[in-house]
DNA sequence: AAAACGCTTCGGCCACGCCCGAACCATCGC
DNA sequence: GCGATGGTTCGGGCGTGGCCGAAGCGTTTT
């Protein structure tokens, strides 16, 4: 019976200590290279990489192509539940103080201007984009599940009062059938965490520029928040700033 | 550093097929010999003594030992609820439906006035006697945790009420300083629940037999209700009594 | 006392699965 | 186009751990 062999079965994918330190290290809700979960496990790429293609084949990681990286999560949030269930028993029994400490492994470049803010292919990244798009989703403008993000009505209604044109980016995303969505998540190399893609995006990174709040810093894909951003944003998205 | 290595091997304890069959078989909170939970691993019983043995080890189960018997249970809820998550999870991601039956494997003798009511040492059991426990403990006369059970004071008075010398368990207690405690939880074989054992078992059997409600069933310790005890154990302790 | 039963320990067999080296695609930067 | 980097696939080595047969201990039963 499929019952008990995969109650098992998802037991003991947990079990391996190269894979309980991956599922470990994705407990925060980021997504992580496959690079960069070897090196938390301590094993080399390609021995992860056949520990991530069985969790997700499992259906315990989903895992999002960008590039040449491959971003990987936990599938959903009874995932995480269930792992840390199984902390708190282990922490119980053998290890007295557990829990602590989950470090947040070094991660992205170290360039501070890059992890601030930058353009992403044409849309905007970084902290500050990350905190864009948490903001309206905390807000209910934005739905930002991994697969295909949405406006809502209140967030139709806040970026054309911040002075994107929308319908501009309807006509992009209607022009080709393929390769442009009206509006997508796109996960942060720096941040780990979805930022806002799609025609929406590009449209609202160029009113960013057009509007003067954001300046692109030559010789790299940093973006600079202008004083006119700073006060124009700052306001819009309640950002805390950069000193 | 613990925290790592006692989370992954707390989830490969659950991971083995063996192991898991085991556990799920001790999902509903009963306690099961050895040789029942070897059976519903499918494996030989020594095979089962070392998963046992881990598990016990480790924390996810524990043992009381019966005459030639050992049950083992669940350790803690704590465990049961990380069980449940896992299985949760499984359900959700390989075998669409999971969680039905749980099947209750087949147990005990077969004799149904045995199951029903009999003695065990000098206190009772059965169906009966672990109805009467569990009323107790749903009213909040007695406290069933599995090493040491204590009437509260509802309970000592419900007791004289039923007309149980509590004074004469107390000195059958008081008399060896070992070997007799004045109320303890008995695991019931044929149930897999507790009852109440310890002196005050004792003189409640005694009782049962002095007042007439309960009477030895000849060649056997199975133990027969009277008209008289129908009446008298059927209003005390709420009880659904055997066709 | 002897036999039956429950359970555990010991010893050896066997295989599953983790791991890495090497080679092979895909993508990005120049 | 080229190298560099991230990632996967393939092959074989190797150790850990499950499994059972046999023997031993403790308890219960007759």
Redesign the interface.
Known sequence: M????????????????A???ML?ALMDGRALTAKELAQAAGITPQTASGHLAQLTR???LAMERQGRHRYHRLA?P??A??LE???????????EG???RRRPAVTGPRDKALREARTCYDHLAGRIAVAMAERMAEQGQIDLSPDGAALTEDGVAFMQGLGVDLEAARARSARRGSGRVFCRPCLDWSERRPHIAGAVGAVLCETCFAKGWLRRMQGTRAVAVTPAGRMALGRAFALRMEG
Do not use: C, H, K
């Open positions: 499929l019952s008990t062999s995969m109650f098992a079965e998802t037991a003991a994918l947990v079990g391996d200590p894979r309980a330190n470990g499992a259906g315990l959903t009874g995932v539940q269930m269930s199984i902390m708190s028993v282990a922490a119980d029994l053998g290890g557990e829990a602590r």
